[in-house]
């Protein structure tokens, strides 16, 4: 069979599923919680809860996502469809769930289920749809070209998810409810038709010898005894991911750099309308500052390739963590001229959140190339799995925490002004919350290893043992890399 090429048209209807996977969560995070305090007259902390609960059971779920969509090509339509793009052709039209987070006036049980079907119908798209670069092709350049086509347009969703809803609200009001349903509906029928197309133009690598092998010999008959094994020597699986050592970094920066965003992305509206007197809408626009990110995007994928993910994380840090500091003293200070020091700082940090999350996505088609050099397996969808099952949960975590500290603080749903220590608790929350938590990121980041000439190093060295090369003949460069890269001492490797 002919290798297919990886164009431009293939890369971005490739990428245009991280409409939803970028646009969709920025909107609940940037607005769940404010439209349930808000319009729905939630606590912070049982609106908090919706995406707590929901994504904890999600997270669960999504752990087992990735071992199906391994072993999903045993099945009728895992060979008529794909492994993982069947899943694709599934989600699309269950979107419109997403729509229903946002009917006024429904009790709490009702936006819970609608909140826990939309985060599993994201899994069941998202978790297959992160293994495509893997399966597409195994070259570097092209793996960054479907990466940095999937990260413009996951920047062009965080744009349209704050440029679109700030446009609703300012047309029908800040105390209309019906922009935001308006504006789910509008999103759900977008991320419904992106999914299809993405479904349509990829395609995944051929079956290996040993799956070929396994279809020959068909099912066999599990006792219930065999099924708790069976289940076991999952569980195992997946934790024998943390064994590699550059995942287990890159899993570490990944979650602390977007639990960060993610409180930042839940504080800053009320910051807003709470600590600086800002409409809703005047936020709404400061976030959709977010465009900056389409050609930041561009050009970090130039960067990546040419200076390493480490340097990328290293700048993407430090500037959001400087503007953090400075949308606090605005707030300590007051400044006269504070909503145009507001659009400049928001104009650097949507830069550095940019690169955010480029680097991490643009990395991880490279990881299970790594695990292959120890396993000499193929586990793109475990590794998804388990990053999935870290995001969801950290992020349940955070926003429940989020919950928490607003209502310990003061916070009074529903009320147009907060007291004092409420004000206070919110800005403490966005600086030093989020900053901490890229602090910790950016010590992680600082050894990271994985870039372009290690990956390439170590993918010639599987390539070589492959063709039954002599371990004895490796030089002691390629033997380093290998080392740091996988934690593992070369001797132990692909015995």
């Keep these: 069979m002919a290798k297919k090429k990886v164009t431009i048209p293939v890369s971005i209807g490739y990428g245009l599923t991280d409409l939803m996977g970028g646009g969709a969560f920025t909107i609940i995070g940037a607005w769940l919680m ?45 060979k008529k469809f794909g492994r993982r793009r069947f899943f694709l052709l599934v989600g699309s039209p269950l979107m419109i769930v997403y729509a229903l987070l946002w009917i006024d006036g429904i009790s709490y049980a009702f936006y819970l289920v609608c909140y826990l079907m939309f985060e599993i119908i994201a899994a069941l798209v998202l978790i297959p749809w992160e293994t495509l670069p893997s399966e597409m092709t195994k070259d570097f350049t092209e793996r960054t070209k479907l990466s940095t086509c999937r990260m413009f347009i996951s920047a062009l969703g965080t744009f349209l998810a704050t440029f679109v809803p700030g446009r609703l609200i300012k047309y029908f009001g800040d105390d209309n409810s019906y922009a935001y349903f308006l504006n789910g509906l509008i999103f759900a029928v977008l991320f419904a038709i992106c999914i299809f197309i993405t479904y349509k133009v990829t395609w995944e690598r051929e079956l290996t010898p040993t799956m070929l092998e396994e279809l020959e010999k068909g099912p066999t ?10 289940l076991c020597d999952m569980l195992k699986e997946y934790a024998s991911t943390f064994k590699i050592r550059a995942f287990r970094k890159h899993l570490a920066i990944y979650l602390l750099s977007f639990t960060a965003k993610d409180i930042f992305n839940t504080v800053f509206v009320f910051f807003c309308v709470y600590c600086l007197s800002i409409s809703s809408s005047q936020a709404a626009d400061l976030l959709s500052l977010s465009i900056v990110g389409l050609p930041i995007t561009l050009l970090a994928g130039f960067a990546i390739i040419k200076f390493g993910p480490s340097r990328l994380y290293t700048v993407s840090y430090s500037t959001m963590i400087l503007c953090l500091a400075g949308f606090y003293m605005i707030y300590l200070y007051d400044p006269s001229s504070k909503i145009a020091i507001m659009y400049v700082l928001a104009v650097v940090y949507q ?22 050099a120890v396993t000499q397996k193929r586990r793109e969808g475990l590794f998804a799995a388990v990053m999935t099952f870290g995001r969801k949960t950290t992020v349940a975590l955070a926003t429940f925490i989020v919950g928490i500290v607003l209502e310990e603080g003061g916070f009074v749903k529903g009320q147009q002004h907060q007291s004092p220590e409420a004000i206070s608790v919110i800005a403490n929350t966005l600086m030093f919350g989020a900053s901490a938590l890229l602090v910790l990121a950016l010590i992680f980041a600082w050894t990271f290893k994985l870039n372009k000439k290690t990956h390439g190093v170590l993918v010639k060295e599987v390539d070589r043992l492959k063709l039954n090369g002599s371990k004895s003949q490796v030089d002691p460069e390629t033997q380093k890399i290998f080392e740091d890269l996988t934690g593992y001492k070369y001797e132990k490797i692909w015995n």
Aim: charged content about 20%.
């Design 34 to 78: 404010f439209y349930y305090t808000t319009f729905v007259g939630m606590s912070p902390v049982k609106a908090a809860s919706i995406v707590a609960i929901a994504r904890i059971v999600d997270a669960v779920i999504s752990l087992f996502m990735g071992s199906i969509t391994d072993h999903f090509y045993k099945t009728k339509l895992g």
């Design 221 to 230: 008959k599990q006792s219930f005894a065999d099924r708790i094994l069976a």
């Design 351 to 372: 830069m550095g959140r940019s690169l955010l999350e480029f680097t991490p996505w643009n990395v991880f088609p490279f990881i299970p190339d790594v695990d292959e």
